[in-house]
């Protein structure tokens, strides 16, 4: 179909998310935009989802450390924040995210917010809870693996 | 700003951890609620720059071994929670003037009420508002939850109790920033201004409690002065 004049297109306001999960975790566009939509619908109802329009645009997850570029209507940027910070799990896998900003391009959005966080991930054994563990760490901090899971921890806690 | 998390381990995330994500979030400082949990704020505030408050949540059965707790850790933490949960727990939270926080007072079958609300402001002990259950729930706990957050929101507005804001995350990654809980505030019927006045409360009882265990606090309102022998 042919597409609408410019003056009477929807405008668009684009959230910057940053995403962490474990870091052995799998998620990708689609399980994002899934658990997106459920938030919405749960939090939001269908009126309020269909107003906001929430699509995620922009997707990249390695390593435990994602980014996502999430498109919603101007004016509804209150409720897409709020379902987004509704986002607990995705497929299973417990994530946290945080809203960098809000442009009004993708392009301004990727580049005022995002960073392309390098996750230089490297193997380690680390001294923890009195033993020796095995951790994977990035930065200042680590993930060190426990018998029932990991836990997340900074280099502060490392001897 | 503050926040109170649980950390390792009782949660999954290292204080350190919780006190970073915190810092980036744009929180002043962190309420850590787990007893147990080994950290040194100093080398925390000074490396994320973030002010770290060792504090605790007694999780208690019932009013008798709640007041045990409270008598023995009262004076060595800021900041002391009582876990509601209970009517009779919920009860002897709101009326013991030593207690700080009253957290989750309608988790399981706790209730509360007109009486109780007014028993709170007259001990200045803070209610929370768990947020936690809004962003982590889903279905019937979730709609439970919302209608006992109105309830206590109806409540406190009457009665002027004094409230904290809280998200409850036991790992850094159930951390939300402050704009992110507003936004889920203003969803679920509070004011923007709400939520924000909960977050800055944990600040005001970390400083009065900090002010209280000064050597020279006699009481509210007294100090040693100068001309004191």
Redesign the interface.
């Known amino acids: 179909m042919k597409h609408l004049p410019k003056h009477i297109r929807p405008r668009w306001r684009y959230l910057a998310v940053e995403i962490e999960a474990d870091p052995d975790a799998d998620i990708d566009r689609g399980a994002f935009q899934r658990a997106l939509w459920y938030a919405a619908g749960n939090l939001l109802g269908d009126v309020g989802s269909a107003d906001a329009d929430l699509t995620v645009f922009g997707f990249g997850f390695a390593d435990g450390v994602g980014e996502a570029i999430v498109r919603a209507r101007r004016g509804e940027t209150d409720p897409a924040r709020a379902a987004l910070a509704c986002i607990d799990r995705v497929d299973g896998q417990p994530i946290g995210l945080v809203v960098r900003g809000i442009s009004g391009t993708v392009r301004a959005c990727e580049e005022s917010y995002l960073r392309d966080r390098s996750p230089d991930l490297t193997e380690d054994s680390v001294a923890f809870a009195d033993d020796q563990r095995s951790a994977i760490r990035r930065d200042d901090v680590a993930e060190i693996s426990l018998p029932d899971g990991f836990v997340a921890a900074t280099e502060l806690d490392l001897h | 700003m503050y926040e109170a998390v649980a950390a ?1 381990p009782a949660g ?3 204080v ?2 919780q006190a ?2 915190a810092a ?2 744009g929180y002043d400082g962190l309420v850590v609620r787990t007893r147990n949990a080994a950290f ?1 704020a100093d ?2 505030s000074d ?1 994320y720059g973030i002010d770290v408050v060792g504090g605790i949540e007694i999780d208690a059965a019932d009013p008798e071994a709640a007041a045990g707790a409270v008598g023995n850790h009262r004076p060595e933490c800021p900041v002391l929670l009582v876990r509601g949960g209970t009517d009779a727990l919920n009860r002897y939270a709101v009326e013991a003037d030593r207690v700080d926080v009253l957290s989750r007072p309608l988790a399981g079958d706790g209730d509360f009420n007109h009486v109780l609300a007014r028993a709170a402001a007259t001990n200045r002990v803070f209610i929370e508002f768990d947020l936690g259950v ?3 729930k ?1 279905g019937g706990p ?1 709609v439970q939850a919302l209608k006992g957050l109105r309830k206590l929101r109806e409540l406190v507005e009457q009665y002027d109790t004094p409230f904290v804001v809280s998200a409850t995350a036991d ?7 402050p ?3 507003r ?2 505030g ?2 679920i019927g509070f004011r923007a201004e709400q939520i924000t006045a909960g977050l800055e409360a944990w600040g005001e009882i970390v400083a009065r409690n900090r002010e209280r265990s000064e050597e020279r606090f006699i009481e509210p309102g007294v100090r040693r002065g100068r001309y004191e022998p």
Not at chain 2, 171 to 177: F, G, K, P, T
């Open positions: 390792y999954d995330s290292t350190s951890r970073k994500t980036d979030y040194d080398a925390i490396r809004v962003l982590r889903s979730r790992s850094h990654r159930e951390l939300r920033a704009r992110e809980l936004a889920v203003e969803q």
